[in-house]
């Protein structure tokens, strides 16, 4: 499983708004790419990771009313999230064919093809009182990795994909009315090539669910 590691803090200065989802896609190990760092899907061969990560931003305390002496009470009720695995394939490999997958290999049972809750993680209630001249963010992300292997023999064409989708929290102080883009900051750590080619974000701004 590929893991998520935050880093410094970047501040993202293109943003006059914070957003209040963010969604971008990222590549790593692609065997065969095109010129922009994507897989190339009409290689015969390829192998590469997608990485899909999606954030919510479930408290910011520059939205809450301060009290008398300035101060901002965040409250965050419990949370149960799902660790989820997966396996596809587009159709049946065997023989040679079969042993051409060498990154993407099939559950030995057959009931762990469709996705289904690996791990359970959960996130118990908090309070915590922010103080004037601070502003306080969480975000909650959720991950997709996406190990995608496709193979050519003859006339047929044969993708596997494997998948991981799992949850972390991230929780910020900043200046008050400062703009955090949890995203800018992630780091992956691949097994073979570490270099992450990530799109441009999609930013939203939904109501704080």
Request: proline share 6%; hydrophobic share 30%.
């Amino acid at each position: 499983m590929l893991t998520a590691l935050l880093c410094l803090q970047i501040q993202a200065g293109s943003l006059t708004k914070q957003p209040t989802t963010i969604d971008v896609v990222g590549y790593e190990s692609v065997q065969s790419a095109l010129p922009s760092g994507e897989p190339d899907l009409r290689a015969p061969d390829n192998y590469y990771v997608c990485v899909k990560s999606h954030y919510v931003l479930v408290a910011d305390s520059d939205r809450m009313k301060p009290d008398d002496h300035g101060d901002r009470v965040v409250h965050l009720t419990d949370v149960v999230l799902d660790s989820r695995e997966g396996y596809a394939e587009t159709a049946k490999a065997k023989g040679k064919f079969a042993e051409l997958f060498t990154q993407v290999k099939p559950p030995l049972n057959r009931a762990d093809y469709a996705l289904h809750t690996v791990s359970t993680m959960s996130y118990g209630s908090s309070e915590q009182t922010i103080y004037p001249g601070n502003h306080y963010l969480v975000f909650r992300r959720e991950t997709s990795v996406e190990k995608i292997e496709t193979h050519t023999l003859g006339k047929r064409r044969i993708t596997r994909t494997a998948t991981v989708q799992d949850w972390g929290s991230n929780t910020t102080i900043l200046h008050p009315g400062q703009i955090l883009d949890p995203s800018k900051e992630q780091v992956y750590w691949c097994e073979s090539k570490p270099e992450v080619r990530v799109a441009l974000p999609v930013y939203g701004y939904d109501p704080i669910r």
